[in-house]
């Protein structure tokens, strides 16, 4: 049975790198390790780790995103929880036998990882990412 490995990022949606780097890196003292252009999500991400877990700041690239909705409607704020698992596509199968409500049926593969979203309607409100890395 696929399982869960660890709490892999908390993603907060943010209408501004800059505003928003003044609090994470300038008042808080995180480092950002890279930022990643993601087409496939309408977004840019910037990654701040955390011991063994990252923040990431997560900001719309496109007006007609999920995301670019998000900050309009609620200015920013927590986006989603990510959960780095074992074995992606046991897990989404498993869910589904569960009657879990998904975003993404199936996972989508970028360089180095497979992901997936949980709807909220199926986790009391949280949107939930799993996360799989492949090597």
């Known amino acids: 049975m696929a399982k869960i490995i660890k709490?892999?990022?908390?993603?907060?949606a943010i209408g501004d790198v800059n505003s928003a780097l003044n609090f994470w890196q300038d008042a808080l003292g995180l480092s950002v390790d890279h930022i990643e252009d993601v087409p496939s999500q309408k977004s840019e991400v910037v990654f701040m780790p955390v011991g063994e877990t990252e923040v990431e700041l997560?900001?719309?690239?496109?007006?007609?995103s999920g995301l670019a909705r998000f900050v309009t409607e609620k200015g920013g704020g927590l986006h989603h929880l990510c959960f780095e698992v074992d074995d992606i596509d046991e897990m989404l199968d498993t869910l589904k036998e569960k009657g879990i409500r998904m975003i993404?049926?199936?996972?989508?593969?970028?360089?180095?990882?497979k992901m997936a979203f949980i709807h909220p309607k199926s986790t009391g409100g949280v949107l939930v990412e799993l996360y799989q890395i492949i090597k």
């Open 58 to 64: 997560v900001h719309p690239t496109s007006e007609d």
């Open 104 to 113: 993404d049926e199936h996972a989508k593969e970028l360089p180095g990882r």
């Open 7 to 12: 709490l892999n990022h908390v993603a907060i």
